[in-house]
């Protein structure tokens, strides 16, 4: 989780004590006698996401990628986006691997590589098809690079975009609940 704390800087802040068990380290508010953030008040500002795809990716990032209902779906909605996309492009369907398996593929591997961004750099265009465990003789590199690569960098945007609204969400509810403890 190293290269992703660098990374998920903005989702540091929602690890520290998210489990009942884990021991809270926040000072208590100073003459108040208020206790300090505990869990419950951590798992708001997911709450308080506007979408679906920025809870799940949240949760992937603050549970270690250990949620397998939010892996899929989120996955399940990037696979959507590629077919959409594709459909709307109007896009022929490869001849020896079926769109939506193609999209539901790639969508495992940009999920992958958008939660660990050390897995990214150790593979080249051949490598990441290989790793989305599509074969030579379904696609080969120059076809998925020509054709297929854009609906990639469209899910990765996707992705991104999450990101940055979970962030958004969270540095607002941290900011919020700090100063409503303050007062």
Known sequence: M???IAKFEKFEWLMRGLTMRSPNLEPFVRGTGERPLGYED???????????????????IV?????????EEVRQHLAN????QAVRDRKREPERIAMYH?????????????LDPDLEENYTAKGRLAYAG???HQMNVDCYRKT??????????????????AEAAIEEYRRNIYKIMKV
């Open 63 to 71: 549970f270690e990628h250990k949620s397998k209902q939010d892996y």
């Open 134 to 136: 599509i074969s030579r």
């Open 102 to 114: 193609l999209a539901w593929l790639i969508a495992r591997m940009v999920l992958d590589f958008v």
């Open 42 to 60: 951590r798992l708001g500002a997911i709450a308080s996401m506007q979408s679906q795809l920025a809870k799940s990716v949240t949760a992937l």
């Open 81 to 84: 986006v590629f077919v959409e």
């Open 148 to 165: 297929w690569k854009g609906y990639e960098i469209q899910m990765m945007n996707v992705l991104e975009t999450a990101i940055n609204e």
């Open 2 to 4: 190293n290269a992703n």
